[in-house]
């Protein structure tokens, strides 16, 4: 591995990786096809090795797999090395006309898993999540599902996303040390005392923590987390970066099992994201955003 690079499991990624929910819903619309793949070209283009999605990242309920769709298309159709891409996708929520729930049953996941297999396009994916707990289950027989469709190559790594501790440590027995390779949970400077410990417990055990909305969100916390925060403002103007690399490059250095996954549904924000990889923050820059999570 290098600075650039962290491990999930037998993967190696980036620091950094892509979240693609924002090209397929959030605030208003789908981003437009060709600004799609220029997105996802420029955060591979960026050195990002890590692409999230979901089956139900989708404008609709009835057009579930839309977003893998754009990431498998955008794979395809990008000039590097796909051989060094890592693919992430997740499963067990469902979504209807009716609304939408959860499902974590063996038969459920097996499902979405084979259909976004060919949304991506692909025979295997590299990291499958348990999207969100099912409350009608024990959460181990989800946990055990994931752990077949493993045995049968359809998954490389499994993750746990939207966990607790109690649920990762089911996860951890269930699948044997080192069988449980990312959690991935809501976490950054707006949102944190619901997600810092699992944080801290993933590292204690080896655990990619991969965190989601890692800017704040799509809802305007995103763009705004240099207005919000006074210090990260002026570290960033200290820095001549922008507000958004200092939150990364921060999150960054609380741990190298941590991975955050920046959304983005235009290649300039991708691409100035990818720069809190390199970006170096000293001491006394770390100290005082530390007090944010106090």
């Known amino acids: 591995m290098t600075a650039s690079t962290r491990r999930i499991g037998s993967l190696t990624v980036s620091a950094l ?13 789908p981003a437009p096809h060709d600004r799609a793949m220029a997105t996802v070209h420029a955060a591979l283009d960026a050195g990002i090795t890590l692409l999230d999605t979901a089956d139900i990242y989708a404008p609709s309920w009835d057009t579930m797999g839309h977003n893998e769709k754009l990431v498998g298309e955008a794979l395809r159709s990008w000039d590097g090395d796909r051989s060094q ?35 991506l396009g692909t ?9 969100r707990p ?47 390779a990312a ?14 410990r699992e944080l801290e417990h993933c590292g204690e055990h080896g655990i990619a923590f991969v965190p989601w909305s890692p800017l704040g969100g799509t809802g305007g916390g995103a763009a705004a987390v240099g207005e919000r925060f006074p210090q990260i403002q002026r570290i960033a103007e200290a820095h001549a970066v922008s507000p958004q690399q200092v939150v990364l490059a921060w999150e960054l250095a609380l741990g190298e099992h941590v991975i955050p996954i920046p959304g983005a549904s ?24 530390n007090q944010i999570i106090v």
């Open 266 to 289: 235009r290649p300039e924000s991708i691409t100035d994201s990818a720069q809190a990889m390199s970006l170096q923050l000293s001491d006394v820059d770390l100290a005082e955003l």
């Open 183 to 196: 959690v991935q949970n809501q976490f950054s400077p707006t949102f944190f005392h619901t997600s810092r």
């Open 17 to 29: 990786g892509l979240g693609a929910m924002p090209l397929s819903m959030g605030r208003g619309e």
């Open 123 to 131: 025979d295997s994916v590299d990291l499958y999540y348990w999207h």
């Open 134 to 180: 099912d409350r009608s289950i024990r959460y181990a027989e989800g946990v055990e599902a994931l752990a077949v469709l493993q045995q049968e190559g359809l998954i490389r790594e499994i993750g746990i996303s939207n966990a607790n501790v109690e649920e990762i440590d089911v996860a951890r027995e269930v699948l044997g040390e080192g069988g449980l």
């Open 85 to 119: 891409i890592v693919l992430a996708t997740k499963g067990g929520i469902t979504r209807s006309a009716d609304g939408g729930g959860r499902d974590g049953s063996a038969a459920y996941l097996r499902s979405a898993l084979e259909k976004s297999l060919t949304a």
